[in-house]
C-alpha cells in the first residue's frame, strides 16, 4: 500500500490545501495529514480545533486521515512508517523554503524520507492561512478561500478575541 503524510500547520486549512489533499488522495493508497503540534508558536485555532475543522473539510475523501504531531517530521515518519511528505507550491518563494526543508529531511533521515511537491491549482496560488486570518479579523470576505463553515469559526475566534475572551 503507498501511503504519505501531509504535514502542515493548516491555521486554518484553506481551498488551497484542501486542493493539494484531493490530488495527493488520488495518488496515494491512503493519506495522513498531519498537524503540527508547535509549542514555540501561537497558533489561532488549536491543534484539536484543527483537526476537527480538517476531519469536516475531507469527510467526503474515503483514504484521508487526519492527526497531529508534535517534534521532527523525520522521528514522526520513521514511527509511523511514511517515506514520502506531500507538499504544496504556490511559488518560487515556496519553492526556496521548501526545498531546504525536504533536503534537510532526507538528509536527516538518511535517505528515508522524501519529499513531493505538487504545484497549486492557479486560482489558488494566492491563498495562504495567514492573510486569509488577516482578511477574517477586520471582517472580510474569506469565501473564495475557505469552506463556508471555516469562515464561520474564524469570524466567530476573532469575535471572542474582540469580547476579550479565551483564545482556546
Ligand atoms: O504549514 P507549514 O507551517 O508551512 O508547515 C511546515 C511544517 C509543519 C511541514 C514544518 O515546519 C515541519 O515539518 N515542522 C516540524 C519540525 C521539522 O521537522 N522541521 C524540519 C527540519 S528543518
Do not use: W
Not at 491555521?11 to 488520488?26: K, L
Not at 504544496?88 to 515556496?94: K, M, V
Not at 529531511?105 to 486570518?133: C, P
Amino acid at each position: 500500500m503507498k501511503k504519505a503524510v501531509y504535514p502542515g500547520s493548516f491555521d486554518p486549512v484553506t481551498y488551497g490545501h484542501i486542493d493539494i489533499i484531493r490530488r495527493a488522495a488520488e495518488i496515494f493508497d491512503e493519506l495522513t495529514i498531519s498537524v503540527l503540534d508547535n509549542k514555540a508558536k501561537t497558533p489561532l485555532f488549536s491543534v484539536e480545533e484543527r483537526v476537527k475543522i480538517l476531519k469536516e473539510a475531507t469527510k467526503d475523501i474515503p483514504n484521508v486521515r487526519v492527526e497531529s504531531f508534535s517534534g521532527l517530521l523525520i522521528n514522526y515518519a520513521a514511527e509511523n512508517d511514511f517515506h514520502i511528505s506531500v507538499r504544496g507550491l504556490r511559488a518560487i518563494t515556496d519553492f526556496e523554503y521548501e526545498l531546504q526543508i525536504a533536503q534537510t529531511n532526507n538528509k536527516l533521515s538518511g535517505g528515508k524520507l522524501d519529499t513531493i511537491f505538487l504545484t497549486a491549482r492557479l486560482e489558488y496560488t494566492y491563498i495562504s492561512s495567514s492573510s486569509v486570518k488577516e482578511i477574517a479579523s477586520f471582517g472580510g470576505d474569506v469565501s473564495e478561500c475557505v469552506p463556508d463553515f471555516v469562515a464561520d469559526m474564524l469570524y466567530e475566534k476573532y469575535n471572542q478575541k474582540s469580547r476579550g475572551e479565551s483564545n482556546e
